[in-house]
Structures are given as C-alpha cells and as structure tokens.
C-alpha cells in the first residue's frame, strides 16, 4: 500500500511540474477552439450532420469558461478536449442512428421517476436500491459514456457492449488513479447506474461542468435563463429513446428511474418534457450535505486544475444548494404532476432501506414484487452503507461554519421536517448570523 501511495504522490508531483512548465510556456492559457473539437468528432464518427441539435451557444460559453477560469493543468485540457469530442461524436451516431430508424423516436417513456434532492442526501442509494427491481431501468454508466457500437454495424449487444463496459472500466481505474480518494467518496463501477446529468451534458447545458470546473461565467449562463433547461430535458428524453430502441427483444415493459440533484433546477423542463413524471424528494440535514459535497468537488476538480480554493467551494456549494432547497420548499408536495411529490427522509432510508423504497412504491399506485424486495434486501445486506468509505468532514477544510450553515438552511428544515445530524465539532471561528425567520408550516417526514 505504501509503494503504491509513494508511486501516486511521484505521478501527481510530476504533473504539477510539467503543468508549471507548460505555464510558464504560455501554453496552457491558449483557448480549446470549438471548431477544432467539431472537426475532430466528424472525422472519428466518418459523419458530418449533427441535425438540430443546438449545441454551438453553451459550447462556446463552456470553453471560454475553461480557458479564462478554470485554470486547467495539462490532463485537465486532455480530459476536456476528449470529454467534447466525445459529446460530438455521439450527437453524430445518433442523427444517423434516427435516420437509419426512425422508429427510435417513436418510443415511448411513461411516468418516468425522477428523483432529485440536495445531493449527498442518499439519493444514490435510492436510486440503486430501486434498480434491483427487474421492472426498473436506468441509463448506466457505459451507456451515458458510449451509447453506440464502434461501428454502426455492431449490434447494440454482445461483444461490442462488452468490449464497451471494459473500456470505461479501465477509464475509471485511470480517474481513481488521478483522485484515489474518489472511490469512498462516492463508488462507481462501469454497470453502475448514472445521473442524468452525463446524458443533458451531450448538449453542453449541465451543472456536471459546473461541478468538475471552477467556470463561475458558464454557471452564470445557465442560470440566467431557466428556459435554457428545456433543449436539455428534450435531448435527454431522445436518449433515452435511443437506450431503449437498443434494449433486447423480450425486455418487456419498463420504468425509468432517473436520479440528479441537478433536476431541481430543470422542473419546469421536466414538467414540460415528462407532463406524467413522478418526482421523488429526498432531505437530509443540509450542513451533512455541504461537509460531504463540498469535499467530493474538490475531489473532481484537483485532478485537472493548477489552482484550488477550498475555501471557495464551500462557499459556492452553500449558495448553490440553498437555492435547491428554496426550490423545493416552493413546490411542497405540488410540481404540477399528476402526482404529488414523495418525500424521503435519509435518516429512514438509512433505517429501513426497503420499506423506504415500498412506500415509495405505494405513493405512486406501484407494486413492489417480492422478488424485487427480496433483491433489495440482498443489496443492502452486501453493502449496508452503499459501498461508501466513512469520512470524518473538517468544516474549516471548506470555510463553511456549522452554526452559519444550520441558520441559513433552518426554514427548509422546519419545512420538511428534518432531523439534524450530529456533526464533528470544529466550526469555523467567528460569529454566525441571525438566524432567518422560521417558514410558516412545518411538513411531518
């Protein structure tokens, strides 16, 4: 363990150094051109017609974003060059998939679930748990990565999705190597289910780049029109279509599930895109949620940035995710849907992990089969804590104050019932502020 430890710090002292040189160089401040990246994704994929897919505004804004913000070391313009290009290229096999079938988008996705919340509330343990039914499906890591065959001639299964899966284990064994403390933090293998957030960042309109760059100016771009979530959510359920037109004879009737914090900020796309969506809540006590996102996003930005400042993305997780919950305590339990909002708890998911799941089931007129509880059960018995590593979170790491944090968030707490957490006790110096006035009812959990 210590050779290999002593060979990680060797690797990373490395990089820093060739980043310094390629600095002091000028050459990591050039900008990363879009028409490069287009013209490199149509000679991989032999295509050229992107259709109508509008891509080109967020594209421009996110690379010019990189190129005067984030920062980036040398792996993260490798890392963002090949993430592009690769967006591109499936935009292209996909234009030409519809065009060789057009009974692709024909296909339709019924009362989708949608589950959403502040994030590291447990919304991925939900979310895998109910991807032990056999009548639920989710897009899948690989899926999100490469959801075509290398050639358009390979079936959508056999060896080719094989020779896929492994691709984008190894590509995950590279990223634990680059952030070795990723895997505890948040476990993810190339089966594993994905957040939606892989899917809408094909058209350049997510907050998964706002997460693995500091690109204050593109986060900016997307929140100042809300209409700019709907291109997103259109092409998300065109991906969809594509898995499912991919998915074996005889695979029957199925429900998605689908799980992003980011849908918080798309309801009215979702709305708008899935009208009979069911959308699933979970709550935790938020200042849990800030210690441990605050820490996963350094996590996936070290690797491609010459510069951190913890300090800043405590601060901007607490800004971002306030707003999430001042989202949701403005829906309550109404989203427009034909079905009110279910609501979860972490401290019951945790507690009862399949009954949990049941009562999400029922909320919504479901069945959950034996057979289904039965494999839920099995999941948590191999995993108890969903895989996760147990992390002890400084406040002080990401300058958030535990008694500040616990005020500003006190009325989405109240509002839904939260129960606090106990947290380590080392806050940040200082006095916090007055506490905001408490909502006015309180919803029970």
Partial sequence: MKQETDSLTIQITGLRVADRIASSLGLLDRPILMEELIGLARTRARLTDFGDVDFAEPLRVFLASCTREAELGIVGRMATRWDVVRFLTNLLRMQAAEQSSPAIRTGRITRPIFITGLP?????????????????????VWETIYP????????????????????????????EGLAPEFRALHPLEATSPQECSEITAHVFRSLRFDTNYH??????????????????????????QHLQYQD??????????????????????????????????????????????????????????????????????SARWLDGAHRMMDIGDDAGLPDPVCH?????????????????????????????????????????????????????????????????FRPYMLRFG????????????????????PAARSVPG
């Fill in 120 to 140: 590291r509330s447990g919304t991925t343990f939900l979310h895998r748990l109910m991807l032990e039914d056999a009548a639920n499906r989710a897009p899948l």
């Fill in 148 to 175: 075509f065959p290398d050639t358009p001639r390979a079936a959508g299964y056999g060896a080719r999705r094989d020779r896929r899966i492994t691709r984008v284990t190894r590509q995950l064994k590279v990223f």
């Fill in 215 to 240: 690109i204050p100016s593109y986060r900016s771009w997307m929140d100042a029109d809300v209409g700019r979530h709907l291109p997103a959510y259109r092409f998300h359920k065109r991906f969809l």
């Fill in 248 to 317: 074996p004879p005889g695979r029957g009737a199925l429900r998605w599930v689908l799980k992003c914090p980011e849908h918080l900020f798309a309801l009215r796309a979702i709305r708008s895109v899935y009208p009979d969506a069911c959308l699933v809540f979970v709550h935790r006590d938020p200042v849990k949620v800030l210690l441990s996102q605050a820490k996963l996003t350094e996590v996936l930005r070290r690797p491609f940035t010459r510069r951190m400042d913890t300090r800043s993305i405590g601060r901007d997780e």
């Fill in 344 to 408: 979860v708890h972490h401290i019951d998911l945790i507690a009862d992990p399949v009954s949990t799941v049941e009562s999400v089931y029922r909320h919504f007129g479901l069945c959950l089969t034996l057979d289904a509880a039965a494999a839920m059960e099995r999941s948590v018995a191999r995993a108890p804590n969903g895989g996760y590593g147990k992390h002890d979170y400084r406040s002080e790491d990401h300058g958030l104050n535990v008694e500040a944090e616990r005020a500003r």
């Fill in 418 to 437: 939260i129960t606090p957490e106990t947290v380590e006790p080392r806050p940040v110096q200082g006095p916090a502020p007055p506490a905001p006035a």
